[in-house]
C-alpha cells in the first residue's frame, strides 16, 4: 500500500477523514443508530439487531471505538458498548462546521 502523506493535511483534516471512514459502511451507521435509540449501554445484543455475524459485529465496533465515537467495558464474559458522547459531539461539530461553510461558486461554474 502506497503512502498517504496524512503528515501534509492539518490534525483536523486527518480527524474529521478518521470519522467519514468510521461512518462510511452503513452496518456502522446501524450500530450508532441503535445505541442512540437506546440511550444506554448495551451488552451483547447488538448481533441480534443486525444480520451480520458476530466477529463481523465486532470488526465494526472496533472501527467506531478506534475512533472514539463508542466506547466499551468489559462486564464478566461481555463487552458492553455506549456512545462516547464526548467524542460524539465534538464529531458532530466537525462535520457541522464544514457541512455549514458557504458554497460560493456559480450554480453554472462547471
Known sequence: MGITKTQHFTGEQNRL???????????????????????????????????????????????LKAVGLIKGTVEGTSVCYCIDKQNWEEARDMFLQLFSSPVTCQENCC
Not at 19 to 41: E, F, V, W
Open 17 to 63: 477523514a478518521a470519522l467519514a471512514k468510521a461512518l462510511g459502511h452503513p452496518a456502522r451507521i446501524a450500530i450508532l443508530q441503535h445505541l442512540l435509540k437506546q440511550q444506554a449501554c448495551i451488552c451483547g445484543d447488538l448481533v441480534s439487531e443486525l444480520p451480520l455475524a458476530q466477529a463481523t459485529v465486532s470488526q465494526h465496533l472496533k472501527e
